[in-house]
C-alpha cells in the first residue's frame, strides 16, 4: 500500500531524557551520536508496533518548523507578536523574511539519509509548508525591500521549496509531509483578526495557501507521496485556534497533495462534515488520537468516531492517526514516553480492526 497508511502518525516524538539531556552540554558531532542512538531505538520501536511510517521523531530540532525555514536563505526568526499559546510563559519564535527566499544549499537532506539507512519500513519526513512563512506576521513580516510585491515572494518561495523537494527525491525520499496550520488556525476568529491587523484579507488566504502549496509541488517527481497536516497549535500541550474546518475546507482540498491529516481530537475542531468537500482520489488521516494528554482513547471511542466520518467520505478514503507530533518543539507535551508508545499501538490496533 501506498502512503498514507491505515495507521500512520504525524512525525515528531517524545524526546528521551537522554538526549534532552545531552542539549544542555554537548554540541557538534558529540550531540548527534546521542540523537542517533536515540533515533535509532525510536526507529526500532515504531516498528516493533507495526506502524508503515517511520520518522525520526524530529529529534535534530528545536522547533518543528524554524529549524528548516532559517536554513533558507533570507529566513531569520524573531519574537512571536501574537496570538499566544495559552497557559505557558514561553512562546515559540516566528519566520520573518528579510531578503530574498532561496534554498541555496541542502536543509536536513542529511538527516533523512540517517533515517531511511536505518528503516526497512518507509522513511517519512516532515518540512513546514511554504505558507508558514506567512502566517504568523502576515505581509508586516516580509520585507517590503525584497519584496514589494507579494506575488514574487511567493514565486521565490515556491521555487525553493521546489528545489529543496528535489533534494530530498534524490536521495531516495518517497513520502514527504508539509505541515501547515494555516488552515485550521484560520478557522478563528481572533486568527482572523490578526491577519486584518497584519494587512491580509483572512477569507483569500486560504486559497493562497492552498496555492503555495501547489506551486511548490509543481515538478514534484513521480513515485513521491506528499500530504499536508493541519492542526491549531501544538506547544507543550496547549493549542491557539478553535474553529472547525468548514470556512477553509475547499480551499484547502485544493492543494496539490495526496492527503490530509486533520486533527479532529476534540470540539474545538468541529464535526466531520467537512469532508464532504473532500476531492476523489484523496484521502483523510483523521486525526483522533491526542497527543496532548496521556490519557488512552479507547477502542470504542475511536470506531465510533471513524463510523461518523464515513457519513461524509467512504471508509477506504480514510485512514487513523495521532492528531499531532508528541513534540513539536522540543520540551515535549505533557506525557510519558510509555503513554505516547500506548497511543500509537492504539492507533495501529483499531486500523487493523477497520480495515483489516
Same mark, same amino acid.
Given at each position: 500500500?501506498?502512503?498514507?497508511?491505515?495507521?500512520?502518525?504525524?512525525?515528531?516524538?517524545?524526546?528521551?531524557?537522554?538526549?534532552?539531556?545531552?542539549?544542555?552540554?554537548?554540541?557538534?558531532?558529540?550531540?548527534?551520536?546521542?540523537?542517533?542512538?536515540?533515533?535509532?531505538?525510536?526507529?526500532?520501536?515504531?516498528?516493533?508496533?507495526?506502524?508503515?511510517?517511520?520518522?525520526?521523531?524530529?529529534?535534530?530540532?528545536?522547533?518543528?518548523?524554524?529549524?528548516?525555514?532559517? +536554513? /533558507? =536563505?533570507? #529566513?531569520?526568526?524573531?519574537?512571536?507578536?501574537? !496570538? %499566544?499559546?495559552?497557559? &505557558?510563559?514561553?512562546?515559540?519564535?516566528?519566520?520573518?523574511?528579510?531578503?530574498?527566499?532561496?534554498?541555496?544549499?541542502?536543509?536536513?537532506?542529511?538527516?533523512?539519509?540517517?533515517?531511511?539507512?536505518?528503516?526497512?519500513?518507509?522513511?517519512?519526513?516532515?518540512?513546514?509548508?511554504?505558507?508558514?512563512?506567512?502566517?504568523?506576521?502576515?505581509?508586516?513580516?516580509?520585507?517590503?525591500?525584497?519584496?514589494?510585491?507579494?506575488?514574487?515572494?511567493?514565486?521565490?518561495?515556491?521555487?525553493?521549496?521546489?528545489?529543496?523537494?528535489?533534494?530530498?527525491?534524490?536521495?531516495?525520499?518517497?513520502?514527504? +509531509? /508539509? =505541515?501547515? #496550520?494555516?488552515?485550521?488556525?484560520?478557522?478563528? !476568529? %481572533?486568527?482572523?483578526? &490578526?491577519?486584518?491587523?497584519?494587512?491580509?484579507?483572512?477569507?483569500?488566504?486560504?486559497?493562497?495557501?492552498?496555492?503555495?502549496?501547489?506551486?511548490?509541488?509543481?515538478?514534484?517527481?513521480?513515485?513521491?507521496?506528499?500530504?499536508?497536516?493541519?492542526?491549531?497549535?501544538?506547544?507543550?500541550?496547549?493549542?491557539?485556534?478553535?474553529?472547525?474546518?468548514?470556512?477553509?475546507?475547499?480551499?484547502?482540498?485544493?492543494?496539490?497533495?495526496?492527503?490530509?491529516?486533520?486533527?479532529?481530537?476534540?470540539?474545538?475542531?468541529?464535526?466531520?462534515?467537512?469532508?464532504?468537500?473532500?476531492?476523489?482520489?484523496?484521502?483523510?488521516?483523521?486525526?483522533?488520537?491526542?497527543?496532548?494528554?496521556?490519557?488512552?482513547?479507547?477502542?470504542?471511542?475511536?470506531?465510533?468516531?471513524?463510523?461518523?466520518?464515513?457519513?461524509?467520505?467512504?471508509?477506504?478514503?480514510?485512514?487513523?492517526?495521532?492528531?499531532?507530533?508528541?513534540?513539536?518543539?522540543?520540551?515535549?507535551?505533557?506525557?510519558?514516553?510509555?503513554?505516547?508508545?500506548?497511543?500509537?499501538?492504539?492507533?495501529?490496533?483499531?486500523?487493523?480492526?477497520?480495515?483489516?
Amino acid at each position: 500500500m501506498k502512503p498514507p497508511f491505515r495507521a500512520d502518525q504525524v512525525g515528531s516524538l517524545l524526546r528521551p531524557r537522554e538526549l534532552a539531556d545531552a542539549r544542555k552540554s554537548l554540541k557538534g558531532e558529540k550531540l548527534r551520536e546521542v540523537e542517533d542512538r536515540c533515533i535509532k531505538e525510536a526507529i526500532r520501536k515504531q516498528e516493533s508496533l507495526g506502524l508503515q511510517a517511520i520518522t525520526d521523531g524530529e529529534m535534530r530540532r528545536d522547533w518543528w518548523h524554524l529549524d528548516f525555514m532559517t +536554513q /533558507l =536563505d533570507g #529566513v531569520t526568526a524573531v519574537a512571536n507578536p501574537g !496570538p %499566544k499559546f495559552g497557559g &505557558t510563559e514561553e512562546q515559540p519564535p516566528i519566520p520573518s523574511v528579510t531578503g530574498k527566499v532561496g534554498c541555496s544549499k541542502p536543509v536536513m537532506v542529511d538527516d533523512f539519509a540517517f533515517l531511511e539507512q536505518n528503516t526497512n519500513q518507509t522513511a517519512k519526513f516532515t518540512l513546514p509548508s511554504p505558507s508558514m512563512l506567512h502566517l504568523r506576521g502576515g505581509r508586516s513580516s516580509i520585507s517590503k525591500t525584497a519584496y514589494p510585491d507579494l506575488a514574487e515572494f511567493w514565486a521565490d518561495t515556491a521555487a525553493a521549496y521546489r528545489k529543496a523537494i528535489r533534494q530530498f527525491a534524490d536521495a531516495g525520499c518517497t513520502y514527504l +509531509q /508539509l =505541515d501547515d #496550520v494555516s488552515f485550521s488556525y484560520l478557522c478563528d !476568529p %481572533k486568527i482572523q483578526e &490578526t491577519a486584518r491587523r497584519n494587512g491580509d484579507d483572512p477569507a483569500a488566504l486560504p486559497r493562497t495557501y492552498a496555492n503555495a502549496v501547489s506551486a511548490a509541488l509543481k515538478d514534484r517527481p513521480a513515485g513521491m507521496t506528499v500530504t499536508m497536516h493541519t492542526c491549531r497549535g501544538n506547544f507543550k500541550s496547549s493549542w491557539v485556534a478553535s474553529g472547525g474546518y468548514e470556512t477553509v475546507a475547499e480551499a484547502m482540498f485544493s492543494a496539490d497533495v495526496d492527503a490530509f491529516f486533520m486533527e479532529f481530537d476534540d470540539e474545538r475542531s468541529g464535526g466531520f462534515e467537512p469532508l464532504r468537500y473532500l476531492p476523489k482520489g484523496k484521502k483523510v488521516v483523521l486525526g483522533l488520537v491526542t497527543t496532548k494528554v496521556g490519557e488512552l482513547e479507547s477502542k470504542d471511542f475511536l470506531l465510533e468516531k471513524i463510523k461518523a466520518a464515513e457519513k461524509f467520505t467512504p471508509l477506504e478514503n480514510l485512514c487513523l492517526s495521532p492528531q499531532c507530533g508528541f513534540s513539536s518543539t522540543h520540551h515535549g507535551n505533557a506525557l510519558s514516553l510509555d503513554e505516547q508508545w500506548r497511543k500509537l499501538e492504539r492507533v495501529v490496533e483499531v486500523a487493523r480492526e477497520v480495515w483489516r
